[in-house]
């Protein structure tokens, strides 16, 4: 079993799961990363040949996957301590037209996968009586707004599902926090549209990513279970 403490991030691609994957390996931690396209996460590993960072395959709608993904990070690096659910999937639409077989999909893999993500990584902390398991929300966790049901029913419970968590959890020495990211991440999509609004208008993800380690550095008299974060420009 190795010596040193692991984390997994669900969910990555080169935003935030990547700058939370990079923030966890700069603490010293093995870190899995893990998408359903494992070939990109490898070509995102190969630009950080230095950090000791691991890829896996993994589609969060599929309970199975799910499954051997845990076992897999546990075989190669331990069972991890930190576990993000970062993962999501996106349909917009009118209520009149939506597909329910799409909005089935997309729940499925945002709102479902945390559920089976979380459980699987509160097994094997209980086990331990520790841990930290975060979630990654969205403005849609707490609003509704037209045209864009599906991505609020996935965030609105998720929210749910992590709230319950945090309450049975806790008392087992297990830190379950939701993060609600108000805002626009910073991405080379948005550079330019960044560069109009000023600086620090868009969520930098690696400031994003510091506070979700501080959340796991939280002394467990004082545990955090909601974290609200925007840019200082942002309106709410």
């Not at 950090?51 to 993904?69: F, K, M, N, P, S």
């Not at 549209?193 to 969520?203: E, H, I, K, T």
Request: glycine share 10%; proline share 5%; net charge neutral.
């Amino acid at each position: 079993m190795p010596d040193k403490q692991s984390a997994l991030v669900v969910g990555v691609d080169p935003g935030l799961g990547w700058s939370l994957a990079k923030r966890f390996a700069t603490e010293g931690m093995q870190v899995a990363v893990a998408a359903r396209d494992e070939a990109k996460l490898a070509e995102l590993i190969k630009s950080e040949p230095r950090r000791a960072i691991r890829a896996y395959g993994c589609d969060t709608g599929q309970g199975e996957h799910v499954q051997r993904l845990f076992e897999r990070v546990a075989k190669d690096l331990g069972d991890p301590t930190l576990v993000v659910f970062n993962a999501s999937s996106f349909a917009r639409g009118s209520i009149l037209d939506l597909d329910p077989g799409e909005v089935e999909r997309v729940w499925r893999i945002g709102c479902l996968g945390g559920l089976m993500v979380g459980q699987e990584a509160a097994k094997r902390m209980v086990k331990q009586g520790r841990g930290t398991i975060l979630f990654t929300g969205a403005t849609a966790s707490l609003r509704g707004s037209a045209n864009f049901a599906p991505f609020a029913m996935i965030k609105f419970g998720l929210r749910a599902l992590a709230q319950s968590m945090a309450r049975e959890l806790g008392p087992k020495g297990i830190h379950v926090a939701h993060v609600v990211i108000d805002g626009q991440i910073l991405s080379e999509r948005y550079r330019a549209a960044a560069a109009d609004r000023g600086p620090d208008a868009l969520l930098d993800p690696d400031a994003i990513a510091e506070s979700y380690w501080q959340l796991h550095q939280q002394p467990r008299s004082a545990w955090a279970f909601e974290l609200d974060l925007r840019p200082w420009v942002e309106k709410f």
